[in-house]
Each structure stands twice: as structure tokens, then as C-alpha cells.
């Protein structure tokens, strides 16, 4: 879903104050929850009504005010993730090296399928709140040529784990990263509160 898509829903939809949120002929619903710290929205829509907590299939969006998107999808009791565009800190430094940046190269493509299948939504949702931030003030630097080629050589470590099925080295080496880049560039205070949560999946 777009913002233009949500803007079109949001013509075709009635507010309902009580239930603070649109509502759709069709019985959707679309709630728009913004960040407390105005750093974005939560957009919460479902396809179906959600009243007396009935059954329902449903999209939630994060995005930041740059319109960077990810996205929850719950379909039949399963959830699936997906990023508009990709993992923001990986994205940065391919885009950094790449005259062309693919956000469908093999890096970007080995860590999505990763997340999506071996991390926690407790980390993939901490991870999204903390890598807009990080990102921001790497590409406010003059001089980041050396922070983006030490960003891109852990990740080729990371994705070389991943092919070789070694799932908790990567985890380990990717979370450090995070860490290490929110400890000079992020929000200390978002990782002190939440934490990242270990809970690998397997397939």
C-alpha cells in the first residue's frame, strides 16, 4: 500500500470518533496512529471488520517522514514482513557504493529473507525505529566513505553466514552493527528501554 493508496481509502471512508478511526462501506477499517516523537505514522488497515475481535486479515505500515515504508501483513493467522525500501542501513551503503542502485541485489534479497524468517518482530520492529535516525546522521557527515565500507564489509559477513546456514553468527554480527551505529549515531535511549530480543525461528 502507498500513501497514495491510503489518501484514496481515506476519500472513500467514513471517521468514526468513538472508534477513532476510518471505516469503510465494505466493513475495512484504517487507523493512523502518529509517533509520539513525530518522527512518522503507524497505519493500521483491515480488510475486514474488526468489531467484537473478529476474524480478519490486515496490513500494518510503519513509515518515517521521508515516506520510507515496512509492512506487516497478516493473512490466515500468518505474518509475513516487507520493506518499501529495504533495510534501511544496508540500502544506504549499497546505494552508497552502487552507481545503480538495485534494491533487489543479492545482499538486500539474502537479509530480507533472514528477517523475515529467523528474527523476532521485537527486533525487526526496534531495528525499524532505529536505522532512520542512524542512517540521517551517517549521510549528514562530509566524510562517511570509511563508516559505509565498515557497514558493507560486516554485511557481506553477515549474508556469507546466511548462505552457509551459520544463522546465529549472523544474527550476532548484525545486531553488533545496529548496536555499534546507534551507540555513536542513533537513540541510546531506545535500546536501553526495549532491548533486542533473541528469539530465532526456524522454518
Not at 491510503?6 to 469503510?24: A, F, P, S, W
Not at 538495485?102 to 525487526?124: A, I, K, P
Not at 544474527?171 to 555499534?180: D, G
Request: with cysteine; net charge negative; charged share 30%.
Amino acid at each position: 500500500m502507498t500513501k497514495d493508496e491510503v489518501e484514496r481509502l481515506i476519500r472513500n471512508m467514513r471517521y468514526d470518533t468513538d472508534r477513532k478511526r476510518y471505516i469503510g462501506d465494505d466493513g475495512s477499517e484504517l487507523k493512523i496512529t502518529p509517533y509520539s516523537d513525530g518522527t512518522g505514522y503507524k497505519i493500521d488497515y483491515y480488510k475486514s471488520s474488526t468489531y467484537g475481535n473478529a476474524p480478519h486479515d490486515s496490513e500494518h505500515y510503519q513509515t518515517d517522514l521521508s515516506g520510507n515504508w515496512t509492512s506487516i501483513k497478516k493473512q490466515g493467522g500468518v505474518k509475513t514482513h516487507s520493506s518499501g525500501s529495504g533495510c534501511y542501513i544496508t540500502s544506504a551503503c549499497m546505494e552508497h557504493f552502487q552507481d545503480e542502485f538495485d534494491d533487489n541485489c543479492h545482499e538486500l534479497t539474502v537479509l530480507r529473507w533472514f528477517r523475515d524468517n529467523f528474527v523476532s518482530d521485537e527486533d525487526v520492529n526496534l531495528y525499524y525505529s532505529l536505522a532512520p535516525t542512524i542512517v540521517e546522521n551517517i549521510n549528514s557527515l562530509e566524510d562517511n566513505e570509511e563508516i559505509y565500507k565498515y557497514i558493507f564489509e560486516n554485511v557481506e559477513e553477515c549474508v556469507k553466514a546466511i548462505e552457509n546456514k551459520d544463522y546465529d553468527f549472523a544474527y550476532t554480527r548484525y545486531k553488533s552493527i545496529v548496536l555499534a551505529l546507534n551507540e555513536q549515531f542513533g537513540e541510546k535511549e531506545k535500546v536501553q528501554e526495549a532491548g533486542f530480543v533473541k528469539k530465532l525461528r526456524a522454518i
